[in-house]
């Protein structure tokens, strides 16, 4: 069957630019016919589909040609309508995030040029880490709203870096596909602050004692990863105006790192803090300057108890070991100087069991008591 002539007059509907239109063949004898689209420069691609009576067979209408069958003669309409290209842009909820939180992309499909109709079909969003991919799916694929629109599932980096962003358009009767260029969606991630805490081995110690601190920073729970990297531990002996660095630099082991021991060289309050010096996802951080104090005694009370053979009642001495034997310590509410290294302040006496446990009790309240039981 020789080809159908181009150039019957078409029958175009629609407001300009024209998006449906048909042709009409006259004067076609019975037989099967091929209608195809010619590729022209400056002139959009359409999408072909054979109608009217004696029409057969309908294939490939999105590759704009088509099949039909004229089984009585005479007359034949093929509609055709505009498969225009289409443009795709992205919009980002934000383009700067800390780890930790999440964005939506939105995307606009619209005609080349901005006329209408709007386009209809899907769009699916994809994530990658550069403007060449790989690219991952984000969520679920959407379908544009009547306003051209789609927003994606929002999605979470659960890493610091650069992230690039792009839709696909799937296209649709009226519209090629078309994707957004990743190159003008960009999403940086930055470091999250992770929380720094610590815990000092003794809250307070004598002259001569040591301590150590105890480190845990905690980051982001799980599936984001946890911090990583070294710490450094510091103390303070005026009241956390200056701090001084003691023992060495620690790697983080399940995301806490012990100090080395420390041993104060006098009586006092002493502060300490620890410095974590952060990694690839987490800003460094440190704990709180005045979280951990440390008193450090001059002074050591050593109660003597001594029970009778009937257990009826107990004999008390303190001893108070001085540990600072150049300066003397005056005893609170007595007359009694301790000037020498170890002074018996109190007893030997003698008190019931219930004397003593009331007894025990007041003394342990005391802020500078540390109690050795002989």
């Known amino acids: 069957m020789p080809p159908i002539p181009y150039d019957p007059p078409s029958v175009l509907t629609g407001a300009a630019p024209w998006t449906t239109g048909y042709f009409e063949f006259t004067g076609l004898v019975t037989g099967t016919y091929n209608v195809t689209e010619e590729n022209r420069a400056g002139y959009a691609h359409v999408n072909i589909i054979a109608t009217g009576t004696g029409t057969g067979l309908v294939t490939n209408t999105l ?18 309508y505009n498969n225009r290209p289409s443009r795709t842009t992205t919009l980002l909820s934000s383009s700067t995030i800390t780890l930790g939180e999440s964005i939506i992309d939105t995307a606009t499909v619209t005609s080349e040029d901005g006329s209408p109709p709007i386009p209809d079909g899907t769009v699916t969003f994809y994530v990658g880490p550069s403007t060449s991919g790989p690219w991952t799916q984000v969520g679920t694929t959407k379908t544009l709203n009547a306003s051209g629109m789609a927003l994606s599932d929002s999605y979470t980096p659960l890493a610091t870096g650069t ?17 957004s260029d990743p190159a003008t969606e960009v999403l940086v991630v930055n470091k999250a602050t992770p929380i720094v805490t610590t815990l000092l081995s003794a809250k307070s110690i004598t002259k001569g004692g040591s301590v150590t601190d105890t480190v845990t920073v905690t980051g982001l729970p799980s599936p984001f990863p946890s911090p990583t990297g070294d710490v450094e531990f510091y103390v303070s002996t005026d009241g956390g105006v200056t701090w001084t660095k003691f023992g060495a630099t620690k790697t983080l082991v399940g995301g806490t790192a012990t100090s080395d021991s420390y041993t104060p060289s006098a009586a006092g309050i002493y502060y300490f803090k620890a410095v974590y010096l952060g990694d690839s996802n987490y800003n460094g951080a440190e704990s709180g300057a005045t979280d951990e104090p440390l008193i450090v005694n001059n002074i050591r009370l050593i109660v003597t ?3 009778d053979s009937d257990r009826t009642g107990v004999t008390f001495q303190i001893t108070v070991v001085n540990l600072n034997p150049t300066t003397s310590l005056t005893q609170v509410n007595a007359t009694k100087t301790i000037g020498a290294v170890t002074t018996t302040v109190f007893g030997p006496v003698t008190l019931p069991p219930a004397g003593r446990t009331r ?11 540390v109690m050795e039981h002989s």
């Open 305 to 307: 108890t001594i029970y």
């Open 359 to 369: 007894f025990l009790q007041r003394l342990s309240r005391s802020p500078l008591a």
């Open 63 to 80: 590759g704009g040609w088509a099949r039909f069958d004229l089984l009585g003669g005479g007359s034949e309409t093929v509609d055709f």
């Open 163 to 179: 992230y690039y962003f792009k839709a696909s358009y799937s296209g649709s009767a009226n519209y090629q596909p078309s994707e």
